[in-house]
């Protein structure tokens, strides 16, 4: 009876192992880390708004992709 046992668990952690394995193949593709920090910007705009001058966002982490912020300094940032 515990061979019986011994052998149930140890076919269960390989199988739990396996599904662990193709779990990370087949449902996480990527991950992407936003960092905590506030640019000091002006305003922002996006091609799909044109030239209209949007309320501003810290970084790129926080605006759409493809938006440009415009710095106080005068410098910009396009979002990719």
Not at 25 to 54: H, I, N, R, W
Request: glycine residues 8%.
């Amino acid at each position: 009876m515990g061979g019986r046992n011994a052998y149930l668990v140890v076919l269960l952690v390989v199988f739990g192992a396996f599904l662990l394995e193709n779990n990370n193949k087949v449902f996480v593709t990527s991950t992407t880390a936003c960092l905590q920090y506030c640019l000091d910007v002006d305003y922002m705009t996006c091609p799909s708004t044109g030239e209209e001058q949007l309320s501003p966002r810290c970084n790129c982490c926080m605006a759409p992709q493809g938006c440009t912020l415009h710095l106080s300094d005068g410098t910009s940032i396009t979002c990719s």
